[in-house]
């Protein structure tokens, strides 16, 4: 049922704006306009609560803190009475100062982290390097310190023209007694490698020449080794590496905690500052005068008397509250809220996936919760599923979520329906019923009346499309829509005339008596030419294809009745044993998921489609009352 | 042969549309989930216009039992 709104005009002395609206973000159920005038008398508390609010939100982030689910009211709650005396004015500088300690500190520590993965980052790679020459570094230790070990970035095609002018130079020096230059070489992923070389002291002062002439650069070892020799700096890498390991878990321990420590107390705050924020904005969008100001919205008449007896009582004269019906020029801008019977209420989900109806529209959520278990009971039609069904929806009731709830509870009433209709049709995980208990059909097999079905669920389409149609008459009428109102009139008078002659060309009736559906026939398309034009015909045929696609309740009921079938003739193929046993399973598991599955989403399209299509008028507005959001939609925006 | 003409005549009634609907669900699926990435609000209709094919291979299943049923 769509609720009754009222126009609500609230006026308000100017120096007590910010407790009104606070009052009445408390009562959570005015909807204001959106975007009314211009922001007027804004003296930067507004955009100071925003600079705040997103300061804070990138504290949350820089903690690394994601677990809005677990935040609750009284958390937030908390942050309010902390600052509640305190007007936004007042509190911003002061949440600000101390937040600039806090973030200057996180910064600190964020940065220290990084710099020391950096780090760490470049000390295992020196160590990584330095241990793939180690087997060199230790086949040529030299206690004399005689020759010293160097490393040299050079591309692989430049080391034989190097080490040719290294021995050159070492001839030239009169070192024939050294011998050979022993080198190592580790290439690189890509281009140039690391050569180790062994030379005599004697060569120190040349060798950067000649690295210089055949281009080959010096590797440098990291800082905290490098009055090392390569051969001897491994020990002290490593002992870098653990100790810059220690240090960034440390680091990270102590940011972890900060997390667990602030994330939460900073995200009430961020939700509070959220709430200021949108009070703020709507004072600041509020008309006002020297003395007074003034704001509008939509309120449900139903809560009308609690609202005003609240504002009265807080604010006595200095407030004042106007109400009125809205007018017809209005209701294109009346928001929609929804309120029916907690049996019911869960099927507004169905809604959810369209657009709101109009204010003056129809609410469908009661045929919905009518036809659509209904119609899923018809297809699933086993009294097993059923009850497997049944569990099912028990143990989502028990969810924290409310979406799930409702699911639970559509989930029972099918249930209900799959076990009505599988008494009906005989079924029991197909034709187990039968063999073990000797189950029969209430009605008929589903797989051997194949026609008898069909011709029922197609008598079922045509009383749901004329029940949607009726419906469609109705909001014409209502509305005072005639060109509504005839068309559907019109539709209908040709959909009972067609109805009418199949009537009598199946009995024994006179053929005389075709003139009475004839006649319909034809003051149906009057109506329906006057009130829709050539797209009302079009329509009318569409409603004959649209009753048609009803039969899919029977196919697909059929084919989940076959394969529960097909179950069983695999325990006649394999026997009572475990293989035949396992496969039958899988068979209707497989069946179940089907037959779920394919129930609910073709009912859904038979409602959306057939019948929605026969009255809904959506082009409404959703109802977003000025209050609290709760739930992980309170997310950051 | 006459039987066997039948049941393929079954067969065809309801695989060719089978074969239509899934192209058609195929192309509206594609563009469909490029929509509601642009826009989730959308996600209702896109469901709707999803489903509106098989009507066509529902009519096909229609026609199939109808021909079986003959041969029955």
Redesign the interface.
Do not use: D, P
């Given at each position: 049922m769509i609720r009754s709104m009222m126009r609500l005009s609230v006026w308000g002395v100017r120096s007590r704006r910010q407790e009104i609206i606070s009052e009445l973000f408390s009562l959570g159920v005015l909807h204001l306009d959106e975007g009314e005038g211009a922001l007027r008398g804004d003296d930067g508390t507004l955009n100071g609560l925003r600079l705040l609010r997103g300061r804070v939100l990138g504290l949350v982030e820089a903690l690394g803190w994601d677990r809005w689910d677990i935040l609750k009211d009284s958390d937030v709650d908390k942050a309010v009475q902390l600052f509640s005396d305190l007007p936004p004015g007042e509190f911003v500088p002061e949440i600000s100062k101390s937040l600039d300690k806090f973030s200057t500190r996180l910064s600190d520590l964020q940065e220290g982290l990084a710099g020391d993965e950096d780090t760490l980052s470049k000390l295992r790679k020196s160590l990584d390097l330095l241990s793939r020459f180690s087997a060199f570094f230790q086949r040529w230790e030299d206690p004399s310190r005689e020759s010293y070990i160097t490393l040299w970035w050079i591309p692989p095609e430049k080391i034989p023209p190097f080490l040719a002018a290294v021995q050159n130079d070492l001839l030239s020096r009169g070192r024939e007694d050294f011998g050979g230059i022993d080198h190592h070489f580790v290439p690189g992923r890509e281009g140039p490698g690391i050569l180790s070389l062994r030379v005599p002291q004697a060569l120190a002062p040349g060798i950067s020449a000649i690295a210089v002439r055949e281009k080959a650069l010096p590797w440098r070892l990291p800082e905290c080794c490098d009055q090392e020799a390569p051969e001897s700096s491994i020990p002290t890498l490593r002992a870098a590496v653990d100790e810059l390991d220690l240090r960034i878990n440390s680091i990270k321990n102590d940011l972890s905690e900060n997390s667990e420590e602030w994330g939460p107390r900073l995200a009430a705050l961020f939700l509070f500052l959220d709430e200021k924020t949108e009070q703020a904005a709507v004072e600041a969008r509020s008309e006002t005068s020297d003395n007074f100001f003034s704001l509008s919205g939509w309120i449900p008449e139903d809560s009308l008397l609690t609202t005003e007896e609240a504002l009265k009582t807080k604010f006595g004269k200095d407030v004042l509250l106007k109400c009125r019906l809205p007018g017809k020029d209005e209701w294109k801008d009346v928001p929609t809220s929804l309120k029916n019977r907690p049996f019911f209420a869960p099927f507004e989900v169905f809604l959810?996936?369209?657009r709101p109806p109009s204010y003056i529209g129809f609410d469908p959520t009661t045929a919905v919760a009518v036809f659509f278990p209904f119609f899923s009971g018809i297809m699933i039609g086993d009294i097993g599923y059923g009850v497997i069904i049944f569990l099912l929806s028990l143990g989502l009731k028990r969810a924290k979520r409310p979406v799930l709830r409702d699911v639970g509870s559509i989930l029972l009433i099918i249930s209900l329906w799959s076990v009505l209709w599988g008494a009906v049709w005989g079924e029991f995980f197909g034709d187990i019923g039968h063999r073990l208990f000797y189950l029969r059909p209430l009605w008929l097999e589903r797989s051997e009346g194949?026609?008898p079905v069909?011709i029922f669920t197609v008598a079922l389409g045509a009383a749901h499309v004329v029940l949607g149609l009726l419906i469609g008459i109705w909001q014409g009428i209502k509305n005072r829509h005639a060109h509504v109102w005839m068309e559907k009139s019109g539709n209908l008078i040709i959909l009972g005339s067609l109805f009418g002659f199949l009537f009598l060309l199946m009995s024994e009736f006179p053929r005389g008596l075709f003139s009475i559906p004839v006649s319909f026939l034809v003051i149906g398309l009057v109506l329906l030419v006057a009130g829709g034009g050539i797209g009302g015909v079009i329509e009318a045929l569409g409603s004959i294809?649209n009753i048609?696609?009803y039969?899919?309740i029977a196919?697909i009921g059929l084919s989940s009745a076959i394969l529960a079938l097909v179950a069983s003739k695999f325990l006649d193929v394999f026997g009572l044993s475990i293989l035949g046993v396992f496969l039958a399973l899988m068979i209707h598991l497989l069946n179940f998921v089907l037959a779920v599955a394919g129930s609910g989403?073709?009912s859904?399209?038979l409602h959306?489609?057939e019948f929605f299509g026969k009255f809904y008028s959506d082009g409404g507005k959703n109802y977003t009352p000025f209050q609290r959001r709760s739930g992980s939609s309170w997310k950051k925006r | 042969m006459e039987k066997a003409l039948i049941a393929l005549a079954a067969a065809l009634a309801v695989g060719l549309p089978a074969l239509a609907t899934a192209y058609a669900q195929a192309r509206i699926g594609s563009a469909g989930a490029g929509t509601v990435a642009e826009k989730p609000e959308t996600?209702?209709?896109i469901?709707?216009l999803e489903?509106?094919p098989?009507?066509m291979v529902?009519?096909g299943?229609?026609v199939a039992?109808m021909i079986i049923?003959q041969l029955a």
């Open positions: 959810k996936l369209l194949v026609l069909m294809g048609v696609s039969v899919r196919a989403l073709h859904a399209r959306y489609v | 996600g209702g209709t469901i709707i489903a509106i098989e009507t529902i009519l299943f229609v039992i049923l």
